[in-house]
């Protein structure tokens, strides 16, 4: 995702707009396989600041995975705010700021990076899903599967016992 710089740098302090979209390869997170569904877009406002610039905008992506609960596919639809500084030498004053070279910026890496700080710890196929029964490995979502709910069997059991004591 190659961002042309060369109007910020010729015009420092104005907003500038920019958008744009690329693809990535699937991946990795957490041990669950994610894949893009569709391009990622990135778009807002660039403003050149001496050598200099700073973009500001936001991310959007769709992501394929498995359910973490009833292991069906799930679909998330990510829309991330951002403000990072592109430089052109690396600064004490500016740790994280991301490196360009020439008039162009590849923001790939900056885009992943903040995608991957946003991405939901578990990804799940909608927000109320009821996931598999433990003891049978039913869909709960699709039908009840009829086990019985005993408290005995969570590891929580023993605390329900204190709380009886108490009393």
């Known amino acids: 995702m190659e961002l042309p710089l060369g109007a910020a ?48 905008g936001q991310i959007e992506a769709a992501l394929l995975g498995t359910c973490a ?3 069906r596919p799930a679909r998330i639809v990510l829309r991330i705010p951002f403000v990072e500084l592109f430089s052109r030498q690396p600064s004490d004053e500016h740790p994280d700021a ?4 020439g008039a162009r910026a590849d923001i790939g890496e900056m885009v ?5 700080m946003s991405l939901p710890m578990q990804l799940l196929c909608r927000e109320d899903c009821k996931g598999l029964c433990p003891a049978c490995g039913k869909d709960r979502n699709l039908e009840p599967c009829g086990c019985a709910k005993s408290g005995a069997d969570s590891p929580f059991a023993a605390l329900q016992n204190l709380l009886k004591d108490e009393k």
């Open 69 to 71: 609960r009833c292991l």
């Open 98 to 101: 991301f490196l360009f070279e």
């Open 112 to 116: 992943l990076a903040n995608l991957f």
């Open 9 to 56: 740098q010729k015009k420092p302090g104005e907003r500038l707009p920019f958008e744009i979209e690329g693809e990535f390869a699937a991946f990795e997170f957490s041990g669950d396989a994610l894949a893009f569904d569709g391009p990622v877009k990135a778009q807002g406002f660039m403003i050149g600041i001496g050598e200099d610039i700073t973009l500001e």
